[in-house]
């Protein structure tokens, strides 16, 4: 089995890099890392939202190009899941060095899980020797998860658990919320028609932080999608908000750990009251 040792950043293409760049410096926090452009690169902006040179990248591309990248601890560990995945089958390739420079690694590599998502392994993510804060007060303590599209959520459950390291926590209907760690969920496949990430989580320290940004969207035009509220699986606090070319971004705070290795998971049915126990009703497609 491919063990992941956490999750690291996504990739996500823009007709609007300007603008995409405004929004994660303004609205989200994040603080601009590195810039790329030609002639080596295609032009993109990497941004910080905790010690890692970037967690989040916006490149001038196809705005359903997302790639979601995790670590591994080794390039022995690195080797042996590209030699695992091509034997299961799974056309595998190899970063390139100007791929690994613009994604602040040392190595990776790149393949699609059955959903057809791009993700990437990847090695020793670069960290920085100045301590992140961020661009407004957003009470940011990470980057911490994503949800995905999955186009069969039991196959794709199988993949994520018996070829990767992640174990169920909770289910909601037929989707999934998988750990790697002791965080509660760092994945969640969401039943959809096509691939693509769904939504990408950033922790903040408290209620207080949610409060704060649930203004600022409200004075700024940008429309709340799901929230305040309250998981009763993850036990987190939670705003999810539209952010470029449609993408939907999450503050929390609070989420539950799972300690024991060995805790089943709880079936939770598809309903609003098991995404939010405050009585919150989500305008995303995926949860309704």
């Not at 750990?179 to 096509?194: C, G, M, Q, T």
């Amino acid at each position: 089995m491919i063990a992941l040792k956490d999750i690291s950043y996504v990739r996500l293409g823009t007709r609007d890099l300007d603008g995409a760049c405004r929004y994660a410096n303004d609205i989200l926090g994040l603080r601009e890392g590195q810039r790329y452009g030609p002639p080596r690169h295609g032009r993109a902006v990497g941004f910080r939202s905790d010690a890692r040179e970037q967690t989040l990248v916006y490149f001038d591309g196809d705005p359903a190009d997302h790639t979601t990248g995790f670590e591994l601890s080794s390039m022995a560990e690195l080797q042996s899941a590209a030699a695992e995945l091509e034997r299961l089958g799974h056309a595998v390739r190899e970063g390139r060095p100007d791929e690994c420079e613009q994604r602040r690694v040392q190595a990776f590599i790149g393949f699609s899980d059955p959903s057809g998502n791009a993700i990437e392994l990847a090695v020793a993510p670069f960290h920085s020797g100045v301590r992140f804060f961020p661009t407004r007060d957003t009470g940011n303590t990470g980057f911490s998860h994503v949800g995905l599209r999955s186009t069969d959520p039991a196959r794709d459950e199988r993949f994520w658990t018996t070829v990767l390291s992640a174990k169920v926590s909770d289910r909601i209907g037929a989707a999934p919320l998988l750990r790697i760690d002791e965080v509660h969920h760092k994945i969640a496949l969401f039943p959809s028609a096509y691939a693509g990430v769904q939504h990408i989580n950033h922790q903040v320290a408290s209620i207080d932080d949610l409060m704060r940004a649930w203004y600022l969207l409200q004075s700024r035009g940008i429309r709340v999608v799901f929230g305040p509220g309250k998981h009763p699986t993850s036990g987190a606090m939670f705003l999810y908000f539209e952010g470029p070319d449609g993408m939907v971004y999450e503050f929390s705070s609070g989420v539950r750990m799972v300690t024991d290795p060995d805790a089943p998971p709880r079936q939770f049915p598809f309903h609003p009251t098991s995404f939010c126990m405050w009585g919150s009703v989500p305008d995303i497609p995926e949860f309704r």
